[in-house]
T-cell receptor, first 110, second 115 residues
Framework: GIQVEQSPPDLILQEGANSTLRCNFSDSVNNLQWFHQNPWGQLINLFYIPSGTKQNGRLSATTVATERYSLLYISSSQTTDSGVYFCAATKGGSQGNLIFGKGTKLSVKP | NAGVTQTPKFQVLKTGQSMTLQCAQDMNHEYMSWYRQDPGMGLRLIHYSVGAGITDQGEVPNGYNVSRSTTEDFPLRLLSAAPSQTSVYFC??????????????FGQGTRLTVV
């Protein structure tokens, strides 16, 4: 099956810094999503981005499907951005079985 | 729309007890699924359903049963709880094959502890 790998596993930032999180996947996908899991355990949909680029405030994401990677950009980070960021993908032709990466744990210090 | 609703939010079970985790969605999504999340890991698929009356196994199905009698509901049953089933459980729904949309929407999770 498809494999999803995220890097880095851990990231510590000073408030106001920018960061880039990477997600590599091993096969063609028809779904690529980014989630933020907050300290209370809630999974929050950030982006549904099987290809192309999207922006939402200080966050943006780019997926290059032909090269099998996706990037999540966080600009001007805030302490509320802390948590774990997950990338998940569905193999091309599959209905909805998301395969998750192990996540990037982000800590933003004041 | 409430989206995907899971109950209960927290549960403590004794080894050997049974229970049902409830999941309901009000978005008329065809596809529903259950995941578990263990510490330091991403989510892993337990069971899924592509429509009412149709279910199938995911990556980690042992110890769990599911059924899908309606489009809205997809309960997850633990027949005889084991400490290894201590985890956080997430339910998700996806619009369906005919829509061409594969974005998944998640419930808020159920934190289960088996002692």
């Amino acid at each position: 099956g498809i494999q999803v790998e995220q890097s880095p596993p851990d990231l510590i930032l000073q408030e106001g810094a920018n960061s880039t999180l990477r997600c590599n996947f091993s096969d063609s996908v028809n779904n690529l999503q980014w989630f933020h899991q907050n300290p209370w355990g809630q999974l929050i949909n950030l982006f549904y981005i099987p290809s192309g680029t999207k922006q939402n405030g200080r966050l943006s994401a780019t997926t290059v499907a032909t090269e099998r990677y996706s990037l999540l950009y966080i600009s001007s980070s805030q302490t509320t951005d802390s948590g774990v960021y997950f990338c998940a993908a569905t193999k091309g032709g599959s209905q909805g079985n998301l395969i998750f990466g192990k996540g990037t744990k982000l800590s933003v210090k004041p | 729309n409430a989206g995907v609703t899971q109950t209960p939010k927290f549960q403590v079970l004794k080894t050997g007890q049974s229970m049902t985790l409830q999941c309901a969605q009000d978005m008329n999504h065809e596809y529903m699924s259950w995941y578990r999340q263990d510490p330091g890991m991403g989510l892993r698929l337990i069971h899924y359903s592509v429509g009412a009356g149709i279910t199938d196994q995911g990556e980690v199905p042992n110890g769990y049963n599911v059924s899908r009698s309606t489009t809205e509901d997809f309960p997850l049953r633990l027949l005889s709880a084991a400490p290894s089933q201590t985890s956080v459980y997430f339910c998700a729904s996806t619009p369906g094959q005919g829509t061409g949309v594969t974005e998944a929407f998640f419930g808020q999770g159920t934190r289960l502890t088996v002692v």
